[in-house]
């Protein structure tokens, strides 16, 4: 029979392989699945991974969508680092950007410079505070930061909703469910002229080196480590649980609510009824891949930004269904949690015995 039993000692090399090992995997399936629905796997690989990024429009619009998730990730790997598990990264952005627009509408006849900075503290502030909700429970009532984190994207995007469909909708807007288009001092300067990539990757990269420092530099950034590696450890040394929990949350919150400020100071420029194509949910499978270190995790952001502008290019090239980048994000995280699973551990392969009774054994 087969047996899986813990590895004495898993590979290092393996633990920062894995991540190429699940991307070759997943490039691997997509050739398959482009013969079994008919499509030339030369043509298909062109148009996911080299048509949306072969000219510098391409490679704006690869920086638009990583900035966000590479933002996301970084903040929820702190938490992580520690076993604090926020998945509630979507509503944070969601409130955030509440929060961040709201003050953009508030201030909508202002013209000032400070309107900007303003509006990314208040989307840091909105997405700490959806994020101190289950902190909260959390650590007054031990109650799951899973399932109270993931419920609060629910209700996070409901409150959005309601808001564009009644009292912060446009006056103007014919009947849609939007808000006012924000005024110039409330939009994200572009970075890069003739594209769309703005100030928020600048946000995001110096997120990336805070979040470097803190993780190799900082004390508590050693603490959350070590409770992630050995709680009971973490227990003994004095390490407070609690404080960890707040920690790991705010900060995941905090930068997913700068992230949804930046998503509608950015390329939508209002809030809409949703502001997110589901970056708070991708944002964990980056972190994965980028085995919850910075570096790393910008490298998976760009990757996964490339899977999001590829599901496009292969809907309006190849004809394929939107769900695709789901698929293949999917694809990509059963692969990375596959090849963890055997680094780990490993399968043996056991003699069973068989056994009679005395009775038989009489007979």
Excluded at 62 to 79: D, F, H, Q, R, S
Excluded at 188 to 215: D, K, N, Q, S, Y
Excluded at 309 to 326: K, V
């Amino acid at each position: 029979m087969l047996k899986i039993e813990p590895r004495p000692q898993p590979s290092k090399q393996m633990a920062y392989l894995s991540p190429l090992i699940a991307v070759g995997l997943t490039l691997v399936t997509g050739v398959i699945f482009s013969l079994l629905v008919g499509l030339n796997p030369l043509s298909a690989f062109h148009a996911f991974f080299i048509s949306p990024i072969d000219d510098l429009y391409g490679l704006g619009e690869l920086g638009v969508k990583a900035a966000p998730l590479m933002l996301i990730a970084v903040g929820l790997a702190i938490g992580f680092r520690s076993n604090v598990w926020n998945i509630g990264a979507e509503g944070q952005l969601t409130f955030g950007a509440i929060c961040g627009g709201g003050l953009a509408l508030y201030f909508y006849e202002v013209e000032s410079a400070w309107i900007l900075p303003i509006m990314i503290l208040g989307g840091a502030v909105g997405g700490m505070l959806w994020a101190s909700i289950p902190a909260f429970l959390r650590t007054r009532f031990n109650t799951n930061e899973i399932l109270v984190s993931l419920m609060l994207n629910y209700v996070a995007i409901l409150l959005l909703s309601y808001l564009v469909h009644d009292p912060w909708r446009d006056p103007d807007g014919f009947n849609f469910p939007e808000s006012r288009l924000f005024s110039d001092s409330a939009l994200l300067p572009v970075v890069l002229e003739g594209t769309r990539l703005h100030l928020g990757i600048i946000i995001a990269l110096i997120a990336v080196v805070l979040g470097w420092i803190f993780v190799r530099k900082s004390f508590v950034g050693y603490q959350m480590q070590v409770a992630g590696l050995a709680d009971l450890a973490a227990l003994y040394a004095g390490f407070k649980r609690k404080r960890m929990v707040w920690i790991g949350l705010l900060v995941g919150g905090g930068a997913a609510g700068i992230a949804g400020l930046c998503e509608v100071a950015g390329p939508i420029g209002q809030l809409l009824p949703s502001v997110s194509p589901g970056y708070g949910y991708a944002a964990i499978i980056v972190a994965f891949v980028g085995r919850l270190h910075p570096i790393g995790i910008l490298l998976a952001s760009l990757l996964m930004s490339l899977l999001y502008l590829g599901g496009e290019s292969a809907q309006m090239d190849l004809g394929l269904p939107s769900a695709i980048t789901g698929v293949f994000q999917g694809v990509l995280l059963f692969y990375l949690l596959g090849a963890d699973l055997f680094i780990n551990f490993r399968v043996k392969i056991t003699k069973t015995v068989a056994t009679r009774s005395v009775g038989e054994v009489a007979s």
